[in-house]
């Protein structure tokens, strides 16, 4: 456990922002992890082996809570409003270039990401977050590597959708 807990507590941490919510899925990860661990083959890491348990766990987590709370722009702080239209309306790149603009937008990504659904908040995690290789989303997820390619094509564009939503209104 004391090895292998940096791992666990920053996967669960691209899902859930709540310091308890990390911490309860680290506690079922390893929960689980100890249970199954007559079911271990040895075949891959002990790391990838646990990294999709815990990938499973805060799927299971997020899908059994059911939050896909809609998102409004009175919801956003004033800077995330701000760089949410000035990147709409193509404000010039030196704004975002400054790290708190850039900390603005990482906040806002978050924002969007928790209103999606948990398959697509994993994939995008992972693709696009993580710059993980499709054929490894494929192993950690169980899908095949032509399903990620397709979730994340999909997420991509369902997120392009959500952040339009909130500037049309």
């Not at 390893?30 to 199954?36: C, I, N, P, S």
């Not at 299971?60 to 709409?88: C, F, H, I, Q």
């Not at 979730?151 to 952040?163: D, G, S, T």
Request: glycine share 4%; proline share 2%.
């Amino acid at each position: 456990m004391r090895r292998y807990s940096p791992r666990v507590f920053h996967f669960a941490s691209r899902f859930f922002r709540q310091r308890s919510l990390v911490e309860e899925a680290a506690q079922e990860v390893f929960l689980k992890a100890f249970t199954q661990l007559g079911s271990y083959e040895g075949r891959g890491s002990m790391e990838g082996w646990l990294t999709r348990i815990t990938t499973n766990t805060c799927l299971n987590l997020l899908r059994s809570a059911k939050r896909r709370p809609e998102m409004t722009v009175s919801d956003l702080s004033e800077d995330e409003s701000g760089w949410l239209e000035s990147k709409y309306s193509g404000a010039a790149e030196e704004e975002f270039k400054s790290s708190e603009r850039s900390k603005v937008a990482a906040d806002l990504t978050e924002r969007v990401l928790e209103t999606m659904s948990p398959d697509d908040r994993l994939v995008l995690t992972l693709v696009d977050g993580e710059d993980a290789p499709v054929k490894e989303v494929a192993e950690l997820t169980g899908w095949s590597e032509s399903k990620v390619k397709v979730q994340a094509f999909r997420a991509r564009k369902r997120m392009r959708e959500a952040v339009e939503k909130l500037l049309s209104k």
